[in-house]
Antibody, heavy 121, light 111 residues
Framework: QVQLQQSGPGLVKPSQTLSLTCSVS??????????WNWIRQSPSRGLEWLGR?????????GYAVSVKSRITINPDTSKNQFSLQLNSVTPEDTAVYYC???????????WGRGTLVTVSS | QSVLTQPPSASGTPGQRVTISCSGS????????VAWYRQLPGTAPKLLIY???QRPSGVPDRFSGSNSGTSASLAISGLQSEDEADYYC????????????FGGGTKLTVL
């Protein structure tokens, strides 16, 4: 059974870096048939895709334009996980953050449970 | 403001048929498959429909999806109280180097 387990702090100070990790079990981050995504949800912005990483003979990454200057998504094959770093956060980055897999069909077929991250001093 | 447009709310009585619309553009729904998700309070979205009209195993055939041009629809027949949830559509958008887009969500109330 494939599962995504999220970890990371729930409170980040303004201007600092938000860091979350998604541990994968039952699949591998270096799979040629999956992509690994970060999505967030807030009352003001709804569901917002942030970016993804995937392996197709080499690693690829793609980011949403809205966060492209501040975001990094990295795979860690040794731990079978992938991470999100969002720099220079403001209160507008307060949201529930989800990691999610897109499989061969190209849709989000598996989600983490979500992490509420609050940006506040 | 979400890229895909959904009505904020929908309602029906038990046994009724309800449809939820999702309107997009040529760069998303007009070019790529639509997926639908159901979300209960405090939980992650869960896949309901993929590739416009396919149901994952375990999803009852009361749920069906369709699309035409730049719009898609989710239909729920034989409405049940447990269908009360938020429903979201999603599609890949080919613009801006490609990105995923979502609808704003529709809160379904079973009266």
């Amino acid at each position: 059974q494939v599962q995504l387990q999220q970890s990371g702090p729930g409170l980040v100070k303004p201007s600092q870096t938000l860091s979350l990790t998604c541990s994968v079990s039952g699949d591998t981050v270096s799979s040629n048939r999956a992509a690994w995504n970060w999505i967030r949800q807030s009352p003001s912005r709804g569901l917002e895709w942030l970016g993804r990483t995937y392996y197709r003979s080499k690693w690829y990454k793609g980011y949403a334009v809205s966060v492209k200057s501040r975001i990094t998504i990295n795979p860690d094959t040794s731990k079978n996980q992938f991470s999100l770093q969002l720099n220079s956060v403001t209160p507008e980055d307060t949201a529930v953050y989800y990691c999610a897999r897109t499989g061969e069909g190209g849709y989000f077929d598996l989600w983490g449970r979500g992490t509420l991250v609050t940006v506040s001093s | 403001q979400s890229v895909l447009t959904q009505p904020p709310s929908a309602s029906g009585t038990p046994g009724q048929r309800v449809t939820i619309s999702c309107s997009g553009s040529s760069s998303n729904i007009g070019s790529n498959a639509v997926a639908w998700y159901r979300q209960l309070p405090g939980t992650a979205p869960k896949l309901l429909i993929y590739r416009n009209n396919q149901r994952p195993s375990g999803v009852p055939d009361r749920f069906s999806g369709s699309n035409s041009g730049t719009s898609a629809s989710l239909a729920i027949s034989g409405l049940q109280s447990e269908d009360e949830a938020d429903y979201y559509c999603a599609a890949w958008d080919d613009s801006l180097n490609g990105h995923w887009v979502f609808g704003g969500g529709t809160k379904l109330t079973v009266l």
